[in-house]
Nanobody, 125 residues
Framework: VQLQASGGGLVQAGGSLRLSCEAS????????VGWFRQAPGKEREHVVT????????YLADSVKGRFTMSRDNARNTLYLQMNSLKPEDTAKYYC???????????????????WGQGTQVTVSS
C-alpha cells in the first residue's frame, strides 16, 4: 500500500488548510494512520495519529487545539484540518500507516510504513 498526501499550499498566518491522505488499497481502513512533518534542516516530527475507527487520536503539543485529524473509511481517505496556522507550521507533511502495537511511542518513524511523497505547506507571516 502507498499513501499520497495532497492539499498543501501557501497560506497566511492565521489561515486554514485541509490536507488529504489517500491510500492505494482499501485495507487502510484497518490501520491507524499518522501525519508527520519535516521542515528544511530539521528531523521529521510527529503531528497526529488517528485510530482505525477514528475514535481516538493523539496530537503533538505544538498543534493541539489547532489541528484535527479525521478519516472517511468508505472513501479510503484521511484528512488533517489545520487552523490558526503559524509560520512555524511550514514544512512538508507526510501521512503514513502505523504498524506499531500500542501507541507507546507514536513519534518513532520505524513504527510507520507506506510513506508517500508528502505535500508542502508554507505559512507566511
Amino acid at each position: 500500500v502507498q499513501l499520497q498526501a495532497s492539499g498543501g499550499g501557501l497560506v497566511q498566518a492565521g489561515g486554514s488548510l485541509r490536507l488529504s491522505c489517500e491510500a492505494s488499497e482499501r485495507t487502510l481502513s484497518s490501520y491507524d494512520v499518522g501525519w508527520f512533518r519535516q521542515a528544511p534542516g530539521k528531523e521529521r516530527e510527529h503531528v497526529v495519529t488517528i485510530s482505525w475507527s477514528g475514535g481516538r487520536q493523539y496530537l503533538a503539543d505544538s498543534v493541539k487545539g489547532r489541528f484535527t485529524m479525521s478519516r472517511d473509511n468508505a472513501r479510503n481517505t484521511l484528512y488533517l484540518q489545520m487552523n490558526s496556522l503559524k509560520p512555524e507550521d511550514t514544512a512538508k507533511y507526510y501521512c503514513a500507516r502505523y504498524i506499531g502495537g500500542d501507541w507507546y511511542n507514536l513519534g518513532n518513524l520505524d513504527e510507520y510504513d507506506a510513506w508517500g511523497q508528502g505535500t508542502q505547506v508554507t505559512v507566511s507571516s
